[in-house]
């Protein structure tokens, strides 16, 4: 067993920690953080060095890299700024789902454009009444003669309002049973009749990374638009969610990582009762626990994302990780507010939005509930 990242995995670690020292200002983040805007011309920045397309093969212009390698970019990213990390590592979230599952066509469109950061995509499943659950979608596609005809609406759908296409999932056979059989995934493009975005406002965190609401009304397409197999739309999207998964769990480790970083720093200096207050147990030990959780977090996602490369991928490892660093990071972003006191809680230091932004890490791509329920079905097979 080696613990040791490669060469070339410090070598990618170092050239992101260089990009976000020289490219993420902070009052840049803070007024985006205010504005809910995406930060593209950083995204594009980011791109051209190849840090959004880690996991895309170099015929397509990507990297040809793991999923180890995209964690350590998105954790370092997500370390430097929790909001601009989340957003620009998010860009080109579901076109893995045309690398995995599309035709020749599908990837000779979207591939390239999405890897040199001309294009940014979106992945649709979540409707308004339905989230966790989604072994039936409200969301249909009717096939008249060579048509599909798409009527539903789906929501909170990250880059929904900036995306170049979408991938959505829908209701393909409202017949069959059990009804997650009957659902499959299209891709639509921007400006496409019929097919309405609206920009949601007012999140609590990862404000950088733009959410919307997608209206379809007869939205018309054809076999060409489908991802993947007709009716295997939901075993698509259960195996994508068992990969991305891990890049959930990564950006936890980042944000914990950098709240933390800044809370031991302030430790040191920040003096009450004639001592910095690190030297109160109450406080240096209170950051030495937390560190040894963010560590076991990111234990726990390297092993994941190494399992996912090795072809050995692991459900039940996978959710492990993002529920294990999620937790991780909710804690270690609290105490970083608290360690920091009434600083903590102004924006200044920025702990407080790395609280704001740690807290959809328990939410999107399965709820903690969810991933416990996952782990619990592995469980109950092996033992
Ligand atoms: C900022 C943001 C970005 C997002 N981006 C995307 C995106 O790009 N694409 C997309 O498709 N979706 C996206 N989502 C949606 C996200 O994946 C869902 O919000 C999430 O899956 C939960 O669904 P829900 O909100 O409908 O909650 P519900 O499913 O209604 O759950 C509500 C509560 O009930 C619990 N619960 C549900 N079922 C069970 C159960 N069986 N056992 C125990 N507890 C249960 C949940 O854990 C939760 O606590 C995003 C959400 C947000 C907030």
């Given at each position: 067993?080696?613990?040791?990242?490669?060469?070339?995995?410090?070598?990618?670690?170092?050239a992101v920690k260089e990009f976000c020292d020289k490219e993420f200002d902070p009052e840049l983040a803070?007024e985006l953080?205010?504005?809910?805007?995406?930060p593209m011309e950083l995204y594009k920045r980011a791109a051209k060095l190849?840090f959004t397309?880690?996991?895309?093969?170099?015929?397509?212009?990507?990297?040809?890299?793991?999923?180890?390698?995209?964690?350590?970019v998105?954790?370092e990213m997500?370390r430097a700024d929790?909001s601009l990390g989340?957003a620009i590592t998010?860009?080109?979230?579901?076109?893995?789902?045309?690398?995995?599952?599309?035709?020749?066509?599908?990837?000779?469109?979207?591939?390239?454009?999405?890897?040199?950061g001309?294009?940014?995509?979106?992945?649709?499943?979540?409707?308004?009444?339905?989230?966790?659950?989604?072994?039936?979608?409200?969301?249909?596609?009717?096939?008249?003669?060579?048509?599909?005809?798409?009527?539903?609406?789906?929501?909170?759908?990250?880059?929904?309002?900036?995306?170049?296409?979408?991938?959505?999932?829908?209701?393909?056979?409202?017949?069959?049973?059990?009804?997650?059989?009957?659902?499959?995934?299209?891709?639509?493009?921007?400006?496409?009749?019929?097919?309405?975005?609206?920009?949601?406002?007012?999140?609590?965190?990862?404000?950088c990374?733009?959410?919307?609401?997608?209206?379809?009304?007869?939205?018309?397409?054809?076999?060409?638009?489908?991802?993947?197999?007709?009716?295997?739309?939901?075993?698509?999207?259960?195996?994508?969610?068992?990969?991305?998964?891990?890049?959930?769990?990564?950006?936890?480790?980042?944000?914990?990582?950098?709240?933390?970083?800044?809370?031991?720093?302030?430790?040191?200096?920040?003096?009450?009762?004639?001592?910095?207050?690190?030297?109160?147990?109450?406080?240096?030990?209170?950051?030495?626990?937390?560190?040894?959780?963010?560590?076991?977090?990111?234990?726990?996602?390297?092993?994941?994302?190494?399992?996912?490369?090795?072809?050995?991928?692991?459900?039940?490892?996978?959710?492990?990780?993002?529920?294990?660093?999620?937790?991780?990071?909710?804690?270690?972003?609290?105490?970083?507010?608290?360690?920091?006191?009434?600083?903590?809680?102004?924006?200044?230091?920025?702990?407080?939005?790395?609280?704001?932004?740690?807290?959809?890490?328990?939410?999107?791509?399965?709820?903690?509930?969810?991933?416990?329920?996952?782990?619990?079905?592995?469980?109950?097979?092996?033992?």
């Amino acid at each position: 067993m080696n613990f040791d990242l490669t060469e070339e995995q410090l070598e990618i670690k170092r050239a992101v920690k260089e990009f976000c020292d020289k490219e993420f200002d902070p009052e840049l983040a803070l007024e985006l953080d205010r504005k809910e805007e995406f930060p593209m011309e950083l995204y594009k920045r980011a791109a051209k060095l190849g840090f959004t397309s880690m996991v895309f093969p170099e015929e397509y212009e990507g990297q040809g890299y793991g999923i180890l390698e995209t964690c350590l970019v998105v954790e370092e990213m997500c370390r430097a700024d929790s909001s601009l990390g989340v957003a620009i590592t998010s860009g080109t979230f579901g076109s893995e789902l045309i690398l995995k599952h599309g035709t020749e066509g599908q990837k000779e469109k979207y591939l390239p454009p999405i890897c040199r950061g001309d294009f940014i995509s979106s992945f649709a499943v979540t409707e308004p009444g339905r989230g966790s659950d989604i072994t039936r979608m409200d969301t249909v596609a009717i096939k008249y003669g060579e048509d599909w005809w798409i009527n539903g609406t789906k929501t909170f759908i990250t880059n929904a309002p900036i995306a170049d296409f979408i991938i959505v999932l829908c209701q393909t056979d409202t017949k069959v049973r059990p009804t997650y059989r009957g659902e499959t995934l299209f891709v639509i493009d921007k400006g496409t009749y019929g097919l309405q975005v609206s920009k949601l406002v007012n999140k609590m965190g990862i404000r950088c990374s733009v959410t919307g609401e997608v209206s379809l009304s007869d939205v018309k397409v054809t076999d060409w638009n489908i991802v993947g197999e007709l009716n295997r739309g939901f075993y698509h999207s259960m195996e994508f969610f068992d990969m991305t998964r891990v890049g959930v769990a990564a950006q936890a480790v980042g944000i914990a990582q950098g709240s933390f970083e800044i809370a031991f720093k302030y430790a040191k200096k920040r003096e009450a009762f004639g001592q910095p207050i690190i030297q109160f147990q109450l406080i240096g030990c209170g950051l030495s626990e937390i560190a040894t959780k963010i560590e076991a977090a990111r234990l726990l996602t390297y092993k994941a994302a190494w399992l996912i490369d090795q072809g050995k991928m692991d459900p039940m490892v996978t959710s492990m990780a993002k529920l294990y660093a999620s937790k991780a990071a909710m804690e270690a972003t609290d105490l970083a507010i608290q360690t920091l006191g009434g600083y903590g809680y102004i924006g200044e230091y920025k702990v407080e939005k790395y609280h704001r932004d740690a807290k959809i890490t328990e939410i999107y791509e399965g709820t903690s509930e969810i991933q416990k329920l996952t782990i619990l079905r592995y469980l109950l097979q092996r033992y």
